[in-house]
Structure formats: structure tokens, C-alpha cells
């Protein structure tokens, strides 16, 4: 179970070292979670850009306190040249994360509005720092976007607040 978590941690840690240091543009930021979104009193830590999992990778991560067991959050948006690249980067990149120890939940009743859509939402209970913390990833297929969601639980993050930021997510992908 550690090794999930330090999976979880270097994905994460790797989306944001990657030797970006430019900002999410605007007309992607408008397709990603935003801190309105999201519960108050969240800072947005690290924007960044480059290319990854076939495509043009956004990320933007979340954080509320500085301990490894707080609650945290990650988006990134991929953007694919086509619905077949980016149905083919969902593949990869779903057969990479959910390799071992995830776990499907029926704590998440969200579901894409376009039935077309692939989605995966998997969650894991993982020990860190001594304190059993729930985290879910969530990946999202829609035209030639895909959407991958890191979700660390605490505090103001719940399932709720995560069916909630995921119906948001939805809406912006549909946008024209």
C-alpha cells in the first residue's frame, strides 16, 4: 500500500518538476478546476505546461496546510490532436495509474453528461504519516481532451465535494 502512495506522490511530483515553469494559458484554464471551484481558503501551488502521455499536458495543483497528510488535489488536461489520440493517451495512462491497488468505489456517483466519454474514477486508503487518508484519481475522456483528476481526502475534501468537482470538470470539457 506505501508503494501506491509513493506512486501517487512521484506522479504528481513528476507532473510538477518536469521543468515547466510556464503558466497554464487562459483558454485551457478555462477547461480546468479553478479556486472557486474548489472549497475556500485553497491555493493553487504550481501551474505548469509540457508535453506528456501523447499531448500537450496542463497541470494545475491544490493544497490546503503543508503536511504530507493534508488534503490536496491535482488537475492536468491533455489535450490530444484528435479523439482517437487522445481515447488511445486515456488507454495508456489508465493501464499506467490503476496498474495495482486501486480499488472501484460506489462512494462517487458522478458520471460524464456525454455517454461517449470514457471514465474511470479508482481510490485507494493509504497510510501517510501514520494517519489513514483516503485518494482517488480520476481520469476522464472527452473528444480529444483527457482529464485527470488527483484527489487527496481531508477536511473539506469529500466524496461530495469530489462529485461536485468533477461535474464542473464535465461541464467545462463540453465547452464549445
Known sequence: MRNIYKVFVFVLLGALLTGCSTNVPPEMRARMVDTNDIPQDW??????????????????????????????????????????????????????????????????????????????VRCSTQEIDHVMTDICFVLQQHGNYVSALGYQMGGSLTFEVLDSILKTIDVKLNMP
Request: charged letters at 20%; a negative charge; proline letters at 4%.
Open 43 to 120: 491555493i493553487i501551488f504550481k501551474e505548469s505546461a509540457s508535453e506528456d502521455w501523447g499531448g500537450e499536458l496542463y497541470n494545475i495543483a491544490f493544497a490546503y496546510g503543508n503536511e504530507s497528510e493534508s488534503p490536496a488535489l491535482e488537475h492536468q488536461l491533455i489535450i490530444y490532436a484528435d479523439a482517437a489520440s487522445a481515447i488511445a493517451g486515456f488507454e495508456e495512462y489508465q493501464a499506467y495509474i490503476f496498474a495495482t491497488g486501486w480499488n472501484e468505489t460506489d462512494q462517487v456517483s458522478f458520471r460524464p453528461s456525454s455517454p461517449e466519454d470514457l471514465f474511470e
